[in-house]
């Protein structure tokens, strides 16, 4: 019986080290959004290039996205109505839009990790180290860097390629994530082209 083009599978691929893209699809509505937004678009910029480094390297790239309470939505509907945001908003979600190569997932709470398929497909693709990017340095991205970290992988947070409502809140994330669980950090310009 011939496979409906509807459930076409997907190949993992394998690929020792992954980009996890951590809620950089965003429409940023929270009582606080002003406070992140300039360091989250400065961010997005160099998730950009590293992204795009990534994939010049043949590696796999991962989105991992709340699906903000839409229980009713998929991906697809999150990255149209950001990308239909005007200002910097808007302008983040085109930037960082996945190309079709890349995996997506949507998570529930804040660890990429729970209660997600994350784990499996990082198993599946072999993977041995993860690099985490995105929202936010002092939430998200802290406590699913400490899953990864609790799960055997080498993890790498280029603080670039984060934000955090200030500055203070991203430093201390960061120096924690170094310090305690041994995460490496620093700047995404130098990881080797």
């Known amino acids: 019986m011939p496979r409906s083009p509807l459930l ?112 499996h497909l990082l198993l599946q693709m072999k993977a041995e180290k993860v690099t985490i990017v995105g929202l936010a340095a002092d939430m998200c991205v802290m406590l699913t860097a400490t899953d990864a970290r609790m799960l055997g992988y080498k993890v790498w947070i280029p603080a670039d390629c984060t934000a955090a409502e200030s500055s203070q809140r991203k430093e201390d994330a960061l120096r924690q994530l170094n310090k305690v669980f041994k995460c490496q950090i620093h700047l995404a310009h130098r990881l080797s082209k």
């Open 8 to 119: 076409k599978r997907t190949v993992i691929p394998k690929s020792q080290d992954v980009l996890l893209l951590v809620d950089v699809i965003n429409p940023l509505d929270f009582p606080t959004a002003q406070d992140i937004l300039p360091s989250a678009l400065e961010a997005a910029q160099a998730i950009s290039k590293l992204k795009a480094r990534y994939a010049r390297r043949g590696l796999s790239c991962i989105y991992a996205n709340d699906n903000y309470g839409t229980w009713h939505s998929e991906f697809r509907d999150i990255l149209a109505a950001c990308c239909s945001l005007e200002g910097k908003r808007g302008e983040m979600a085109r930037l960082l839009a996945p190309a079709p190569e890349d995996l997506v997932i949507l998570k529930p709470q804040h660890s990429a990790f729970h209660s997600t398929p994350l784990q």
